[in-house]
């Protein structure tokens, strides 16, 4: 069973720099077909995708947060990596890490619980 677990301060000052790591266990993020995402929720709207690693270590960003995003990981220690610059109050969100397996004929779909982050003075 994969299991993802997000850290990360709770509290951000606006113009940092928010970081956030999802902790993987149960599977390798190198194991083909894996994509590892980061996805945010601000109070009272939708999900947001924030951007992508793919299993080959290929990064993929939201265009209207790709001048302020960073994902990177360090796979020897199952980990992945958010960096969002020049935070505002506009960001402040749950933040979640999700690892999705697609094989093209199995889907896997596996999700944090979720990390509160709140940008504020």
């Known amino acids: 069973q994969v299991q993802l677990q997000e850290s990360g301060p709770g509290l951000v000052k606006p113009s940092q720099t928010l970081s956030l790591t999802c902790t993987v266990s149960?599977?390798?993020?190198?194991?083909?077909?894996?994509?590892w995402t980061w996805i945010r929720q601000p109070p009272g709207k939708g999900l947001e995708w924030i951007g992508s690693?793919?299993?080959?270590?290929?990064?993929y960003y939201s265009s209207s947060l790709k001048s302020r995003t960073s994902i990177t990981w360090d796979t020897s220690k199952n980990q992945f990596t958010l960096q969002l610059s020049s935070v505002t109050p506009e960001d402040t969100a749950v933040y979640y890490c999700?690892?999705?397996?697609?094989?093209?004929?199995?889907?896997?779909?596996?999700w944090g619980q979720g990390t509160q982050v709140t940008v504020s003075s």
């Open positions: 149960g599977d390798s993020l190198t194991t083909n077909y894996y994509f």
């Open positions: 999700e690892g999705r397996y697609d094989s093209g004929w199995s889907l896997y779909d596996y």
């Open positions: 690693i793919g299993y080959k270590g290929i990064t």
